[in-house]
């Protein structure tokens, strides 16, 4: 099974950028189908972005479309959430999350990272 630790949130105002980080350990993350998800107070935990075992296919919520971009590093173990153009919505807390099976089996993400809180002030 692999671990999953989140890093790189903090506060930031609107407008402005924040990358987020998810280092994986105990089995190369190259297995697995990666995501990021938010869950911001009240609210249910909803996807934000994902990308396959290469990394050449990447997928958006409409909310972060043109704003946030996905990455990974296989031969670190890590995968990326470079955030721009922040917004106060965008307050939450990140989650990184991976599956073995299809990038877009959201429900499938059964392995979770503690997450990491993002708070963009107005």
């Known amino acids: 099974q692999v671990q999953l630790v989140e890093s790189g949130g903090g506060l930031v105002q609107a407008g402005g950028s924040l990358r987020l980080s998810c280092a994986a350990s105990?089995?190369?993350?190259?297995?697995?189908?990666m995501g990021w998800f938010r869950q911001a107070p009240g609210k249910e935990r909803e996807f934000v972005a994902a990308?396959?075992?290469?990394?050449?296919?990447?997928y958006y919520a409409d909310s972060v479309k043109g704003r946030f971009t996905i990455s990974r590093d296989n031969a670190k173990n890590t995968v990326y959430l470079q955030m721009n153009s922040l917004k106060p919505d965008d307050t939450a807390v990140y989650y990184c999350?991976?599956?073995?099976?299809?990038?877009?089996?959201?429900?499938?993400?059964?392995?979770w990272g503690q997450g990491t809180q993002v708070t963009v002030s107005s």
């Open positions: 999350a991976a599956t073995r099976l299809a990038v877009m089996a959201l429900r499938e993400y059964d392995t």
């Open positions: 105990g089995r190369t993350v190259s297995n697995y189908a």
């Open positions: 990308i396959n075992r290469s990394g050449a296919s990447k």
